[in-house]
């Protein structure tokens, strides 16, 4: 396992209790029952209007989800900054191959084989030239509106072996798990942050730049708990250590942020970060001779893995409220 090395021992316990333990604002952790239903609702029908959709294959992850719910979606969502820049102005005029090749149809050099091959109308009249200009939300193709043209907000629950990077000589990838047509959109479709190949849980994806950077931004404070299995007994002190704010990791020149850990058992805790340094997690035991060997995050903000099962996905709405 890749385990880095944690962070100097020059950080003595003395220190860390004079340190000021610096104030947060507490947000409780445990999901409330609305909570949880208004993220299964939303997960659900984002699932059968998008995912089905986009695999081409006509069913989504959440089928059953789906069916139980099709009120009140979208109650807690509210106009987040970073989904008022999202891909694509409503209501603006794009050519039609920019407007396919965006949303990962085909390739602009493809577009007029891809209008032969399938029916292609804006307000039901056929498209026949790469040149035509239309509404996203005019077009159709075989008669189902466009794969989410304004962008995509992706939450998977990542199975253990698979990075997080597209790089072919890192190994098998979390992208591969994604359908082909998301994997082909423009801007492409990234994870927000990165979990770490051994890691498992809750990953989001976007295309939507702006957004990635909002929800990967220290400043917006999301809290991301993870759930963690060292070898050694966790020591009672790592508690107020990590609350400090003053855990200075080995290459780092800033202090991790301040953060909640609760003792489970012996071998196991649970930890929020509100911000993704690299290994974070790891290293922040590792300051303990604690080794990580199981490690999933569990929750994003308000947002858990509902009943999605390892390698299952879901969209989101681009304005989710990750704070609410
Ligand atoms: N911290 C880690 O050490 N690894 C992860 O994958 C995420 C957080």
Redesign the pocket.
């Known amino acids: 396992m890749e385990i880095c090395v944690g962070a100097p021992r020059h950080t003595s316990p003395r220190r860390h209790h004079r340190a000021r333990i610096a104030h947060r604002a507490s947000r409780p952790w445990a999901l409330d029952t609305r909570v949880v239903m208004a993220m299964a609702m939303t997960m659900a029908t984002a699932a059968t209007a998008a995912t089905a959709r986009a695999r081409g294959d006509g069913r989504a992850p959440q089928d059953a989800l789906a069916k139980k719910s099709r009120t009140s979606l979208g109650r807690r969502c509210t106009v987040a900054r970073a989904a008022s820049s999202a891909n694509n102005a409503k209501g603006k005029l794009e050519r039609i191959d920019g407007l396919l090749s965006r949303c990962g149809y085909c390739a602009r050099s493809e577009v007029k084989g891809f209008l032969r091959a399938h029916e292609v109308v804006a307000l039901e009249a056929p498209v026949t030239s790469a040149s035509a200009k239309a509404r996203a939300e005019d077009v159709c193709i075989d008669g189902q509106p466009l794969d989410n043209p304004n962008g995509v907000l992706v939450v998977m629950n990542k199975p253990s072996g698979l990075v997080c990077s597209h790089d072919a000589r890192e190994g098998a990838n979390v992208y591969a798990l994604l359908p082909e047509r998301w994997r082909a959109r423009k801007p492409s479709v990234e994870t927000v942050g ?3 190949k051994d ?1 498992t849980g809750l990953l989001l994806f976007t295309d939507v730049g702006a957004l990635n950077h909002t929800l990967t931004s220290p400043k917006k404070d999301i809290g991301k708990w ?1 759930r963690v299995r060292v070898d050694k007994e966790i020591p009672q002190a790592c508690v107020e250590v990590f609350a400090s704010g003053t855990l200075t990791l080995e290459g780092e020149t800033k202090a991790c942020k301040p953060a909640r850990c609760e003792i489970l058992g012996p071998y196991e805790a649970r930890l929020e ?1 509100t911000e ?1 340094k690299y ?5 922040m035991f590792a300051f303990f001779d604690c080794t ?1 060997i199981e ?1 999933h ?1 569990e929750s994003f903000g308000v947002l858990n893995l509902g009943s999605l099962k390892p390698g299952e996905y879901t969209t989101l709405p681009l304005d989710f409220d990750f704070a609410a």
Do not use: A, E, I, S
């Open positions: 990165r979990l770490d890691t993870y970060l993704g290994h974070q997690v790891k290293r990580v490690l995050r």
